[in-house]
């Protein structure tokens, strides 16, 4: 069964409790929460106040999907508001092991994620320290982008270093994820699919998540 991380950046945010108890009622394991400062990426989210609001709300997995500069400044606030686990970029870290460390440490999930740009192969040496690894299929910033076929090699890379090696860590895709992208994504080896749009942009939710859990 594949892992369905929708992402609460696309739900109407007039109304948040009320979606994520709605994915979660119809089968979503995990919750995608985007965190952004405007300055790794160009777009402002929201922050840890939203997070350790919904924590009470809901028993999904939290996944918290920092793109933010400077994010072990932020570490103890994310643990705080409730995170399970927590996603830094690749980009924004001067010490990726220390940081992949010290999340560990907080008695949470540690992942790493790379933007398009940037080549899987930085990540060997960091993958025993990683719980999940984050292929981004487009540009961080924003919902509802184009997905980035390209970004399949990564998952296989991934998927082959995983095998090879015997590491832990989870394999999650984020970013235009749709039914058709979802697939080749799975085939390619995702074990977690991010989906913004996908799911609360749908007319009937409850089906969407149905589709994308069953793959
Ligand atoms: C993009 C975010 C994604 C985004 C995905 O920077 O990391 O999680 O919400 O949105 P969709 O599924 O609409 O591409
Ligand atoms: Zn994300």
């Known amino acids: 069964m ?10 109407d945010f007039s109304r948040l409790g009320e979606m994520v108890k709605e994915v979660e009622k ?22 840890a106040g ?3 609001n919904l924590r009470p709300i ?3 997995f939290f996944d918290v999907h920092l793109m933010i500069a400077e994010p072990e400044k932020y570490l103890n606030d994310f643990k705080n508001a409730g995170a399970d686990l ?46 999940l690894v984050l292929v981004m299929s487009v540009e961080p910033g924003f919902g509802g982008q184009s997905f980035m076929t390209e970004m399949l090699d990564k998952v296989k890379w991934l998927k082959k270093m995983k095998q090879a090696k015997g590491y832990r860590y989870q394999i999650e895709i ?16 995702a074990e977690v699919l991010v989906a913004g749009t996908a799911v609360f942009g749908a007319q009937d939710i409850g089906a969407e998540v149905a589709y994308y859990t069953g793959l």
């Not at 892992?3 to 739900?11: E, F, N, R, T, Y």
């Not at 984020?174 to 080896?189: P, Y």
Request: net charge neutral; charged share 15%.
């Open 86 to 131: 927590i996603c830094f970029h690749y980009e924004a870290a001067k010490a990726p092991v220390v940081l992949l460390q010290t999340i560990a440490a907080l008695g949470l999930k540690a992942g790493i994620s790379v933007k398009p740009n940037t080549p899987c192969q930085r990540l060997a040496e960091l993958l025993p320290y990683c719980d």
């Open 26 to 47: 119809a089968g979503a394991q995990w919750l995608h929460l985007d965190i952004m400062d405007g300055h790794f990426v160009p777009n402002i989210s929201f922050g």
């Open 2 to 11: 594949t892992i369905l991380a929708p992402s609460l950046l696309a739900a």
């Open 174 to 189: 984020d970013g235009g994820i749709n039914r058709e992208t979802a697939v080749q994504a799975v085939a390619a080896g």
């Open 50 to 52: 939203i997070v350790k």
């Open 58 to 60: 809901s028993r999904l």
